[in-house]
């Protein structure tokens, strides 16, 4: 008994749902602190785990006749997780009904899950003596009176803090600001900087590394995201971890790291849907972030040109502090807003005239423009207008989308993929439409229609493209913003990565083609989504003052609309989010729709669309008689927007309460139900809770 003196409890990689969802336990010879890390054997495999507690085996509640398996290896070459880290993890995992170990993998780095004791020490080793190029100092520029004053706001007061700055203003420079403010006051201290997509890293990494580590040491700033590798991912956690790392920026996933001296917390556009996670997990970063800097007394800026409507709503209630910096550096104006009615336009139009004059007159001055159509691909889908046969998924609910390019048909769901058929496959006319438009065609149509554009050397227009389908490889996403910031591209077309956060000094016209179909939409923040969209996508044209002046050009925004009337355009016209702002949540309370509820859905995977609802229903049963039921309603459950994917049936019920509380409490008695449930409905895949989802 002597070997095994202690039960220590562990939270592994388990699902919630599982068996063995809660915290395992195993023997071994002594305590160990909470937060070390450890090998231990579950089955035939072994995993990685953070111990939670140990217990002396005298006084462990364990059934009779159980007998623990001893842990495998203890990996204290690493320093604990520390306590505020732990109350992290356990925080997420109760809010969002996952399982303690499932939220601690997620914010380990997977290449952890492989390493021995003696492997992780050399790893810490090998950093210590590890040395990098130093950048060159970054020069200081003066600040603005608006960025003086809302410093001095951070400075003077707690938070948490909206900034709500128009594009171009400076927020940037706000937060290297009150990142160095809290750095000298502290020589320990770290900072947490978050971004909402990896494609704006880079740009903003180089930032800090030209400002911070001349004077912190090149290994001060470190970024975190999946574009990573494993031992890059492992690198820069363990110089966060170990507080090397004095400054982390990355995306979602940062939220969750181990950062033991946090004192400041930056969410760069806070309101990007990009940080509440889809899959697994599904954490708010920007929601935990707020948490988090609550828990380890440290301040957290929102910061946003089109804030979220819960953040906007918070500084109504008084919850955050909201700091307004409305005037762009260096008094560059914002763009002029110009709506072209397509209601007259022939229907073939996919460019109206003016706006092909407009962009014609840039290329011609030297300048850029950007073209943003949320939809990536050649077209949409493929039509036989003989028989109505449409390139549909045969594996989802949903079109196989036309990529000319690879002369291939593309699932954006399951990803299957199939060759363009040279005919049709029911009826074989060889006359198959292409329907809708994509990014890939609007570039083809673009070099077509400015062919004879020439720029100021001389040389023909040329037009580039950014999306998922360009930027796949390695290096591809830098290559391309590099062509775009040194002037070789004139007319760049993209998707929304091409919108949120780039500064291209040369950018002087920004067009939206198509944009009404998030008006049609029946998720209820598709409004606001569109509106952010917009803003951000004007928000590239015009940036350099000097640049515009020399040019003697103003900045435009142009937007293809059926729709002008529209009151979300008609908001558009004069940058006015706050009246956006207002009508939309007046529109929300009298709906009954968030922030002034809050919500959660259940969703069932299954091999049929009516066991999926049958086990919803049969949940819905259940909770009948559950007296937390009270103050919650739940919806009937429905199909799925998309309601087969890669084969598997997909059905949702909608949970929602008049307050947080009462949703959490209902949740949490609502668990041990659907755990049972899920073995009396074998067809059911899977299920999850998502808490505070972003698509209903």
């Known amino acids: 008994m002597a070997c095994h003196a202690f039960v220590i409890h562990i939270a592994v990689q388990t699902p919630l749902h599982s068996n063995v969802g809660g915290l395992l336990s195993y023997t071994h010879g002594h305590a160990l602190p909470p937060g070390t890390l450890v090998r231990v054997p579950l089955g035939q495999r072994e995993l990685l785990g953070v111990v939670w507690e140990s217990v002396p085996a005298a006084h462990a509640d364990l059934p009779a006749g159980v007998a623990l398996r001893p842990l495998a290896q203890v990996l204290d070459a690493l320093a604990p997780l520390a306590a505020p880290w732990r109350q992290l993890v356990a925080f997420t995992a109760r809010y969002y009904q996952r399982s303690l170990g499932e939220i601690a993998a997620t914010a380990l780095p997977p290449a952890l899950r492989k390493l021995s004791n003696a492997q992780l020490l050399r790893r810490l080793q090998a950093k210590k003596q590890a040395a990098q190029t130093v950048p060159e100092q970054e020069k200081l520029v003066a600040l603005t009176a608006e960025q003086q004053s809302v410093i001095s706001q951070i400075e003077q007061n707690c938070g948490p803090f909206l900034l709500y700055g128009s594009t171009g203003s400076g927020k940037t420079e706000v937060y290297l600001h009150t990142v160095a403010a809290a750095l000298v006051a502290d020589p320990q201290a770290q900072a947490l900087v978050l971004v909402p997509e990896i494609n704006l890293t880079p740009q903003l990494l180089a930032r800090f590394e030209r400002r911070f580590a001349p004077t912190l040491g090149p290994q001060a700033v470190a970024s975190l995201h999946s574009g990573l590798t494993e031992a890059q991912r492992l690198k820069h956690w363990l110089a966060a971890h170990t507080g090397q790392a004095r400054i982390v920026l990355g995306t979602r996933m940062a939220v969750l790291a181990s950062l033991p001296q946090l004192k400041i917390i930056v969410v760069d556009e806070e309101h990007d849907p990009s940080f509440k996670q889809e899959e697994g997990a599904r954490y708010s970063a920007r929601d935990l972030a707020l948490w988090r800097g609550r828990d380890a007394g440290a301040k957290v800026i929102l910061g946003s040109a089109t804030p979220s409507l819960e953040s906007w709503y918070a500084c109504q209630q008084g919850r955050y502090q909201r700091l307004d910096m409305p005037s762009r550096i260096a008094a560059a104006a914002l763009p002029s807003v110009h709506l072209v009615n397509m209601r007259q336009q022939p229907k073939s139009t996919v460019f109206a005239p003016a706006l092909l004059q407009a962009i014609t007159e840039r290329i011609q001055r ?262 937390a039921l009270a103050g919650v309603f739940l919806y009937p459950p429905i199909p799925m927007a998309v309601q087969r994917v890669a084969n598997i049936e997909r059905a949702q019920m909608l949970i929602e309460a008049a307050s947080r509380s009462a949703l959490q409490k209902f949740l949490h008695a609502w668990q041990p139900v659907l755990h049972p449930l899920k073995k009396q409905h074998k067809t059911v895949v899977r299920w999850l809770v998502d808490v505070d989802p972003q698509s209903v």
């Open 366 to 627: 030297g300048e850029q423009s950007l073209v943003l159509l949320n939809r990536r691909g050649f077209a949409p889908v493929l039509w036989c207008g003989d028989c109505g046969w449409k390139s549909d998924c045969p594996h989802c609910s949903a079109h196989q989308v036309f990529h000319k390019g690879e002369r291939r048909l593309r699932c954006h769901h399951c990803s299957a993929s199939q060759a363009v058929p040279r005919h049709c496959p029911h009826c074989g006319n060889p006359d198959i439409l292409a329907l809708g438009h994509g990014t890939e065609q609007l570039q083809e149509a673009l070099e077509q229609v400015l062919r004879n554009v020439q720029r100021p050397d001389g040389q023909p227009a040329r037009i580039g493209r950014m999306d998922a389908d360009t930027t796949q490889g390695a290096g591809q996403l830098q290559a391309q913003l590099a062509h775009i910031h040194d002037g070789s591209v004139d007319v760049l077309v993209g998707t929304q990565m091409i919108a949120k956060g780039h500064d291209f000094r040369r950018m002087t016209l920004v067009a939206a083609i198509a944009p009404d179909a998030a008006l049609m939409s029946t998720g209820f923040r598709a409004p606001e989504r569109l509106f952010a969209l917009l803003m951000q996508a004007a928000g590239r044209a015009g940036r350099d003052a000097a640049f515009v002046g020399q040019q003697g050009s103003q900045p435009q925004m142009w937007i293809q609309t059926q729709q002008p009337e529209h009151p979300l355009y008609q908001a558009l016209l004069h940058h006015d989010y706050p009246g956006f702002a207002q009508q939309q949540l007046h529109e929300r309370q009298q709906a009954g729709m968030p922030p002034f509820v809050f919500q959660a859905l259940v969703r069932a995977d299954a091999k049929t669309q009516d066991a999926a609802q049958n086990f919803l229903h049969a949940a819905a049963q259940h909770a009948q008689s559950l007296p």
